[in-house]
C-alpha cells in the first residue's frame, strides 16, 4: 500500500463527514437543476457557469466528506487534491473537469471577449454538453463517495 493509499484509509476511518458530504452534494445537485433551467429560459451562458458550479461543489462535497477541505474554483486542482489522497480520477471525469474549467469565467466577464456581452457567445448546444458533463462528475463522486464507505 502506498503513502497516499495509507493516508487515504486513515481518513476514511478517522475523518469521514457524512453529513458535510451530503450539504455540499446537495447544493451540487441544486445548482445542477438550476443550470437546466437556466438552458431552458436560453440563458446558455448562466447554464455553463452553473454547471462548472455543480461539478465544484461535488468535489469539493468529497473533500469535506473525507475532512480534507479545500477553497479554489479550479477543477483541474480540485480533482489533483483528490488524487493526492488517493483517488484515482478516470480519464473521462477528468476530461469532464478540464472542459467545465473553461466555463468559469468567461461565461460571465464582459472583458474576457473582445466584443459583445458573454451572453452573445453560448450556444444550447454548450449548454446541454456543460450538463451532461457536470451530472457525470456529480454521478461519479455520489459513486465514489459510496465506494469508500461500502455502500455500493
Same mark, same amino acid.
Given at each position: 500500500m502506498c503513502c497516499a493509499e495509507y493516508y487515504l484509509w486513515v481518513v476514511i476511518l478517522w475523518a469521514v463527514d457524512e453529513s458535510e458530504f451530503s450539504r455540499w452534494i446537495r447544493s451540487a445537485t441544486l445548482t445542477l437543476e438550476s443550470a437546466n433551467r437556466d438552458r431552458i429560459s436560453g440563458n446558455y451562458n448562466w447554464s455553463c457557469f452553473k454547471a462548472h458550479q455543480a461539478a465544484e461543489k461535488a468535489l469539493k462535497a468529497l473533500l469535506w466528506g473525507l475532512g480534507n477541505p479545500k477553497t479554489g474554483y479550479s477543477l483541474i486542482e480540485l480533482g489533483n487534491t483528490l488524487r493526492n489522497i488517493g %483517488? =484515482? %480520477?478516470? %480519464?473521462? %471525469? !477528468? =476530461? &469532464? $473537469? &478540464?472542459? $467545465?474549467?473553461?466555463? !468559469?469565467?468567461p461565461t460571465r466577464y464582459p472583458d474576457a471577449w473582445s466584443e459583445g456581452v458573454p451572453e452573445d457567445y453560448y450556444t444550447e448546444g454548450e449548454a446541454r454538453e456543460a450538463i451532461q458533463l457536470a451530472e457525470k462528475v456529480i454521478n461519479w463522486v455520489i459513486d465514489v463517495w459510496r465506494k469508500l464507505l461500502r455502500k455500493e
Open positions: %483517488i =484515482e %480520477i478516470p %480519464i473521462d %471525469i !477528468y =476530461e &469532464a $473537469l &478540464a472542459r $467545465l474549467s473553461k466555463f !468559469y469565467v
